[in-house]
Every structure is written in C-alpha cells, then in structure tokens.
C-alpha cells in the first residue's frame, strides 16, 4: 500500500531539505569556514545573530568581547566577518583603498535621492564632495563659527539657568543645544531646539530623527517591508489625516528643512542681517554644488549627524558633575586665559582640551561599525584569506577602549592627558595616541572633526563658567547616591586627603547604554547647575 503525501507536505519537506543544504554549504564549504563565528547560527544567516543584536543595540557592545575570546576576525554572517585589528583598519580605510563602501548600509543614508558626503560610496566623488566642503570645515575655518557657535550656547546657558537648581536630564538639554547650532550653520535658521526644550518639551522632529537611528537595523536588513509599511503609513494619512508620532515628526523634519533650504538660497539681499555668518547650504550652491545636494547634507547633519556630538557633552558633563575640584580647576584655568572664546585659545588650555579629549574616548558616540567589501581578488587578514565581495567591518570605538591603550578603559578620566598638576598635556604616549580614532581614519575620516571639537570647547567652557554642576540624586543608585556625599565632602577640602590619585580625581565608570548608529545611555544623566557668583 502506497502512502501519498499532500503536495503541501512535499513543499515543506523540500523547502526544509534546502535549507539544510544551504546551511551545511555556508558553515562547512564556505571559504570563511575557517573564521570563528560569532554564533553557531552565524553562517546560516545574518538574520540569526547579527540583526537581533543589532536591533537591539548590542552588536557593538558584544562582538569586542567575542573578539577578545576567539581572535581578530569573528564571522557574524554567511559574507560577513568582523575585525578587531588597527593594523587591519589601516589597511581597510587607507588612502585610496580599494575596500569600497557597503552599498547595503551606507545606501540607506541617502536624504531625497541626493547622497551625501557620509553615503557616498564612489572614492572620486567622495574627495571631490570632501574638498568643496573643506572651505567650510577645515581648522583654519574654525573662527569663522565663533559668533553663530557663541549665539547658541548663550541660550543654552540662559536655558539652563531658568532651572533654578531643578534636576537637568543632559541627554534630550545637549541634543537641543547641537540641534540648534547644526540648524544655524546649516540652513541659516535655528530649528527652536533649545526653545522646545526650556519649555518642557523635546522638539518631535529632532527626537525622532535620534529615534530612527535605532530603526536602521531594521531598515537595512528589510528594506522592502519597510518601503510597504512607509507608502501604507502616507496612505493612511492622506485618507484619514491620521499618522504616528514618528511619521508626523517625520513630515514636519522634511517640511521645515525644505522651507529652510529655500530661504537659506535667497539673494543675500533678501536675509535676515544674522545672514552674514556662514550658511552651508548657500555656500554649497555659489560653489556649484547642486541645491538638492546642498540640502541633503544639510539634513544628513541635522539628522543622523549630531546625536555623537550632543552625546559626548552630555557624557563630560556628567563626568564632570562628579569632580567639583576638577570644575573649580578648569574654571580657575578658564579665567587665566581670559575665559577665551576662539579655537586657538581653547585649545590652550591643558585641562580643557583633555576633559574634552578624555569625553570623546569615553563617550565613544559614534558606534556604527562602518562595513567595506573586499575587493574581487579577495585579501589576507590576520592569517586567514578572505574572498572577494565578503563584508568586513569594525567600530572605531572599539579601539578607544582597548585595553592595553587605554587601562581601564571603561572609567573617565582625563589624566591619561595631563601632568599630575594639570598644567601640561602628557606627550610621547604613541600606543594612546595611535589608538584615539573617535572619528575613524583616512580619506573617510569625519569631516566635521574640527567643527565637534569647537562645539564641545566652547560649551564645556561656558556652562563651567556659569555654574557648579552637581548629580541629580533621582538618577542614582544608592552605592551612587553613597559616592556622591563622599565627593561633596571632598570638594569641601578633604579630597586631596581621602584620594588615591596624585591629581585628585575620581575617575567616573561609563553608564549602561545602547550602541546603534550612535550610543544611547540607558539611564537619565540626571545633574543639578548651580549658578556660579564670580
């Protein structure tokens, strides 16, 4: 007697048979089987470990562990390996490498259809798109920004002095202050960041272009049910009027920067008389690139673009909030370079410049993993041949926490910079030196280096300048809550003699976070500003 499955069965089985085969073909007949993997599940798909620990912003935060445990190359995907190596970084990013941009990814950043300079993936129009904007972001350029930085950060201030010793969340303050700053340069007009936020509300528009940097997992690794589900979100509201909060954040984001491009190409004639400071998008266009592409930048900056900055600030504040003799210090430093405001004078001063520094490091902001394809020929690394068309990727954060570089890497402190006294910046660290990439390396390198740098400079210095900054006890554990009495004791002339450290400072253990596109603390860093009475 014969037994006869239903075709449905026979589909099944099938479908399930070459599975099976494919999965044995990927783990033991791929030419990276000699790659350790990161999951026995990695060589089967990257659906099965590297888009969950993506998508829930461990990926980062998981693999330097794993490389820790089995090596420099770690496979997290059927074509994809990644690597902790600075000499295979080098390698990777060098001038003129033939490792070209993952279309996958980097496509994804593509504001309106116009790349660009971040999502750019052609090397020639990548150097081409990098020198036309030099004129604006070189370091010899930097003061040109002095009076539209300054503008901004006054607000800022006068914003956090309103507080009147109420616990400030620095996380959403910060994003504010960078958001209305990136709007003034970029598009000539401040988007009303800082103004949303001291009246108790986040701007939709800039909390939810932060919000859709956690989405990227999704969006790359599904993108075509992410085109249905956006077209089936406009539908919805073109027939209802209704939307979600992100899809109307979105909308608002998309209408204000397109009014805001428009009014930034106005005859000179025209403008508002503010108009004389530098205004990228009409830069951009007088030196011929197209207004479109102007534009695209100018949102790829006030989108995905400044979260790391407005991070980083956040993170050397907080630090900050738990060493008031390092304040006093910097103030006292601040004061004997008469409170400078230029880049030259900033950079000047030791105890700034390594605060800031040090902030960088350990804030490790920018914590996308930057993956390349490895060219037709396939390439060495670490000893193991890698074919050709395979992904390779690496965080640049991973090498500001090394170890043997940075000893305890996890902890702020910004004498890993200074002499003991703080009057000097430590020169002829070559291992530390070589290993601070916060804004990768080569031709790729992030050209708003100089312009972050002055950023952070000028708030750090300002809200030093204007108040004592203390934790917010809401944000604390107790053992939290136990360390900062401690230290108010401390401050109050018995912390030279309770310290281990020559210099006095207690170094500050990074709070939990997330790493997507960007980091995101996972708590509240939650300080109170005392106003200073010079």
């Known amino acids: 007697m014969s037994l006869a499955w239903p075709p449905a069965y026979v589909a099944i089985l099938l479908l399930f048979t070459i599975l099976i085969v494919e999965g044995i073909k990927r ?3 791929s030419s990276l089987r000699a790659v350790p993997n990161a999951s026995v599940l990695a060589p089967f798909s990257r659906l099965l470990w590297a888009f969950p620990q993506e998508h829930f912003g461990n990926i980062t935060l998981a693999l330097p562990r794993l490389h820790e445990k089995l090596g ?112 003034s340069f970029g598009f000539g007009t401040v988007v009303g960041a800082i103004s949303s936020w001291s009246k108790g509300e986040e701007l939709p528009m800039v909390a939810k272009n932060d919000e859709k940097a956690t989405w990227m997992p999704l969006i790359t690794n599904f993108p075509r049910l992410c085109l249905v589900w956006e077209r089936l979100e406009n539908l919805v509201f073109a027939a209802t009027g209704l939307h979600t909060i992100y899809h109307r954040a979105m909308l608002e984001f998309d209408s204000w920067s397109s009014a805001a491009g428009l009014q930034a190409n106005q005859p000179t004639s025209k403008l508002p008389s503010s108009s004389s400071r530098p205004n990228f998008i ?54 004997r370079h008469g409170f400078a405001e230029h880049m030259g004078g900033l950079e000047g001063i030791p105890r700034l410049k390594a605060c800031v520094k040090e902030g960088i490091r350990w804030a490790g902001a920018a914590a996308a993993m930057l993956p390349r394809v490895v060219p037709d020929d396939g390439v060495e690394l670490c000893g193991k041949f890698i074919p ?9 954060i991973w090498y500001l926490r090394d170890k043997t570089a940075f000893p305890n890497p996890d902890e702020y402190d910004p004498y890993r910079w200074l002499s003991a006294d703080g009057q000097r910046l430590r020169d002829g660290l070559a291992l530390r030196d070589k290993y601070y990439i916060p804004f990768s390396k080569g031709p790729n390198v992030c050209i708003g280096a100089h312009f972050s740098y002055y950023e952070l400079y000028l708030a750090v210095s300002h809200v030093v300048r204007n108040f004592r900054i203390r934790l917010g006890a809401k944000s604390l554990s107790p053992e939290q809550q136990q360390q900062q009495q401690q230290q108010q004791q401390q401050s109050r002339g018995l912390l030279r003699a309770m310290s281990t450290s020559a210099s006095g400072f207690q170094p500050v253990q990074l709070p939990g976070r997330r790493e997507w596109v960007a980091a995101a603390p996972t708590q509240k860093l939650l300080v109170v500003l005392d106003e200073r009475k010079e």
């Open 27 to 29: 783990k033991y007949l």
């Open 72 to 183: 420099p190359l770690v496979r997290i995907g059927p074509n994809e390996v990644s690597y902790y190596s600075l000499d295979v970084y080098d390698l990777v990013h060098k001038v003129r490498s033939e490792f070209a941009k993952d279309p996958r990814i980097y496509g994804e950043f593509v504001q309106d259809g116009h790349p660009a300079l971040f999502s750019i993936t052609d090397a020639e129009e990548h150097a081409k798109r990098r020198r036309l904007m030099g004129q604006l972001f070189n370091l010899s350029k930097m003061d040109n920004l002095t009076e539209l930085m300054l503008q901004q950060v006054d607000i800022f201030v006068s914003a956090l002095k309103q507080r009147r010793g109420r616990p400030v969340d620095l996380v959403p303050a910060c994003r504010a202050l960078e958001a209305d700053i990136v709007s």
């Open 282 to 335: 009409r830069v951009m266009v007088r030196s011929g690139l197209a207004p479109q592409s102007a534009l695209s930048e100018a949102k790829e900056m006030l989108g995905p673009g400044t979260d790391t900055t407005s991070a980083s600030l956040a993170h050397i504040l907080w630090a900050l909030a738990h060493n008031p003799q390092y304040q006093d210090e910097l103030f006292d430093d601040l004061a």
């Open 388 to 396: 050709g068309g395979t992904i390779v990727s690496s965080s640049p």
